[in-house]
């Protein structure tokens, strides 16, 4: 995955993930976040953060590939394997 991205999100990225996660759960009217609101809220908030290096644009990956990728990681595991 690292080898396809110039520049990552930033922390501001990660505040749109946690505020996007909040807004969906209210809406839901829930006070909790769960783990498929920053699911459904990761392609919104992250997508347009990802800038992808010259490989990544000629492999034919876009930033969705990416952050799908980044998410099923997640969910196999505890987060220690993540191809970062």
């Not at 769960?34 to 908030?45: N, R």
């Not at 990544?56 to 196999?76: H, N």
């Amino acid at each position: 995955m690292k080898q396809f991205v110039r520049y990552g999100a930033s922390p501001r990225g990660a505040q749109a993930l946690m505020l996007a996660g909040k807004v969906r759960a209210l809406m839901d009217q829930r006070y909790n976040v769960s783990v498929e609101d920053i699911e459904a809220a990761a392609l919104p908030a992250l997508r347009h953060r990802l800038v992808l290096n010259f490989e990544g644009q000629a492999e034919g990956v876009s930033p969705d590939d990416l952050i799908q990728d980044m998410i099923e990681a997640v969910k196999a595991g505890s987060g220690r394997d993540l191809p970062i």
